[in-house]
């Protein structure tokens, strides 16, 4: 039987770090890390993952500040709200939460952040700094860089000979996960819909990523033995073993009989899914140290 990783525990510890390196900056340069939510609308399921991100902030030592603004809200209102973020010198890290309501352009908004305050490391200049190598001036998206501390913890910082594959190509997660790995000196594969024979491909695989949004489509013969699998999915299913109309979340791996053959996995809930505010939360603090001339913590 495989070994879980505790996402919950690990993103704890990475919020411990954030605390400390938080604190610390505040006392060397009398700067407190700053940190912008925006969210457009009344999505409920934004706002319980906006009021999260801005609690978690407040617990970190930030000056934490959230813009709530009405579902008529424009594209010219939404970018001058931005604009003026962008100019405030006590803001770090700007967020703005996806998705936008239809009528507003968010890739029009992403881009107009100021990369170096682009904590979801979703600005094209972000993007390209990965796929350069720049990891000392970038910010990296944060789905990715949460699913890589696991894989730093399980295999140390070097992957030097290992396969990578990784199923699923989005902006968002796919290809930011490629990058990473391949800094990391992975031999890396890049799975999609298109691809022939996944389930060969995935074989190959010292670690499997998967983040495609189809519950449980990783089966265990799909799985070397002895494999790092991180589950990105999350899939809400109808789960009637619970009572009529009620649901679950499941991943994109097929957890039971895929622990079976792995060496370490990641459950869904509570693997990589708690990850991405951490480090959302370290971004803020890296850009904070940034902005300050300061080297930012690890
Ligand atoms: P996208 O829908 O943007 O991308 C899905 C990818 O999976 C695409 O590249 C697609 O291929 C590929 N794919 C779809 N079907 C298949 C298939 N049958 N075989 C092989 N590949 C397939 O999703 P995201 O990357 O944004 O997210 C993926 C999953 O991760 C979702 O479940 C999402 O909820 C979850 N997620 C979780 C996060 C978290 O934990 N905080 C954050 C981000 C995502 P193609 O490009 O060819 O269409």
Request: glycine letters at 8%; proline letters at 5%.
């Amino acid at each position: 039987m495989a070994t879980v990783i505790d996402g919950k525990q690990v993103a704890a510890s990475v919020i411990e770090t954030v605390k400390a390196a938080t604190a610390a900056l505040d006392k060397q340069s009398g700067v407190q890390t700053g940190l912008a939510v925006i969210i457009v609308g009344d999505d409920p399921a934004s706002h319980a993952y906006v009021n999260s991100k801005s609690k978690m902030a407040k617990e970190c030592g930030f000056k934490s500040v959230q813009h709530t603004l009405p579902i008529e809200t424009t594209q010219e209102e939404l970018a001058a709200l931005v604009a003026s973020l962008n100019a405030d010198d006590a803001i770090h890290g700007i967020l703005v939460q996806l998705p936008l309501p239809r009528h507003l352009n968010s890739e029009a908004i992403i881009q107009s952040i100021l990369p170096e305050k682009d904590v979801d490391g979703l600005h094209v200049v972000n993007a390209g700094k990965l796929a350069v190598g720049d990891l000392r001036t970038g910010l990296v998206s944060c789905t990715p860089a949460g699913a890589m501390v696991f894989v730093r913890r399980t295999h140390g910082e070097d992957l030097s000979g290992l396969n990578a594959v990784v199923v699923g190509r989005s902006n968002l997660f796919g290809k930011p996960m490629a990058q990473l790995l391949l800094n990391a000196n992975a031999t890396v594969t890049i799975a999609h819909s298109r691809t022939k024979d996944l389930p060969s491909v995935c074989r190959n695989a010292d670690i499997l990523v998967a983040a495609v949004g189809r519950p449980e489509m990783v089966k265990a013969d799909w799985v070397k033995r002895g494999a790092t699998v991180i589950d990105v999915g999350i899939n809400r299913i109808a789960a009637p073993e619970k009572g009529e109309g009620k649901t679950r979340l499941v991943g994109d791996v097929a957890f039971a009989e895929a622990a079976e053959v792995a060496d370490v996995i990641t459950p869904v809930p509570g693997g990589v899914g708690p990850m991405t505010i951490a480090m959302l939360m370290a971004n803020t603090v890296i850009a904070a140290h940034r902005a300050a001339g300061q080297t930012p913590p690890k």
